[in-house]
């Protein structure tokens, strides 16, 4: 499975970005994906989570209630729509494909199967 995160860009403090990770393979809708991201100076961890299906996510706490994760299985998609976003949203988001059940993502995403190349967020204050 090859993936390719695209959507990111520079945004203001309060607006919105919607990330999208594309992927090659027809093996892709077998994998629950992950949205992973890292920020200067630190560790890459844990954003969010679907299910292959796309009926189970899970989402860390920082990013609750602003981000939301979609799946579309035909277009071999995933989505994340970031609202209300914040200075500390800066970061490059990856997107990442794996066997994970909700909850069941390393927060580092230590033993991940597949990453997709980063794309970088900016919010400016």
């Known amino acids: 499975v090859q993936l390719q995160a695209s959507g990111g860009g520079l945004v203001q403090a309060g607006g919105s970005l919607k990330l999208s990770c594309a992927a090659s393979?027809?093996?892709?809708?077998?994998?629950?994906v992950g949205w992973f991201r890292q920020a200067p100076g630190k560790e890459r961890e844990f954003v969010v989570s679907i299910s292959r299906t796309g009926g189970s996510t899970y989402y860390a706490d920082p990013v609750k209630g602003r981000f939301t994760i979609s799946r579309d299985i035909a277009k071999n998609t995933v989505y994340l729509q970031m609202n209300s976003l914040e200075t500390e949203d800066t970061a490059v988001y990856y997107c990442a494909a794996d066997n994970r059940p909700p909850g069941g993502w390393s927060r580092y995403g230590y033993g991940v199967e597949y990453w997709g190349k980063g794309t970088q967020v900016t919010v400016s204050s």
């Open positions: 393979g027809r093996t892709f809708s077998r994998y629950d």
